[in-house]
């Protein structure tokens, strides 16, 4: 794929840390597929979005002091009508302030559940002694369980990219042994473009990650990600 030249809206110069819908929209920019994500200022906002984007959704707090979200009870899944829509608002508001009763609340977002076989994550920073590089992974719930992940130097070719999946130990699973094949070009094409953010970023301190990528036999989407600048 051919690299954007001028991306608009670039990355503020001062320190910042990007929220999930700001970081999928940069990652946007640079052709990385995100979830489409509507934020929701009241329960009669949120139920409009969710008929606007389809059921199901997934709906999810929005706080700068929220950072591991469905932690603090801040994630519902498979939400399937508008009853479960005005449920899952009071329920979410409820169990953040609980966990963290000081949080400034800017809303819930409402987002389409993606559908898929497999989480990874793909994280980027700037290395010390490489600069930027990217890492990949498996996502989710596994990410603690599986050995550290491996680094490339960003930008990174696809060929490179495509290796780096190979020696996972998740591998197998998406290049479909015993099963259905999973969207492998796909994922490449979203690590390489997460790689010229990352190369972009690269002459200052920052790190990002998208965690999930979740992935499908037919494509790849980002559901939650976070950028920090400086
Ligand atoms: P956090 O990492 O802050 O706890 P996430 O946004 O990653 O919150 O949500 C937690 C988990 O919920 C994800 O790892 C993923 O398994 C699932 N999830 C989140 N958003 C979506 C979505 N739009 N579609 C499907 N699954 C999702
Ligand atoms: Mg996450």
Redesign the pocket.
Known sequence: PARPGDIPGQAPAAAATLN?SDSKALLAQYGVPV?ADLTAASVEQAVQHARSLGYPV?M?IVSPDV?????AG??R?DIQDDEAVAAAWRRIHDDVRKAVPQARIDGISI?????GKL?LIVGARRDPQFGPVVVVGA???LVELLPTPLILRAPAAPEAVKRLLQTLPVWPILAGYRGTPLAVDAVVDAIVRASWLAADLGSQDFEFDI??L?VAADRCVA??ARIRIG
Do not use: C, T, Y
């Open positions: 999930e979830g997934v999810k950072v591991h979200k469905s932690d801040g994630v899944l987002q389409n559940q993606a559908r989480e996502g989710g719930i965690n999930p979740i559901v939650d």
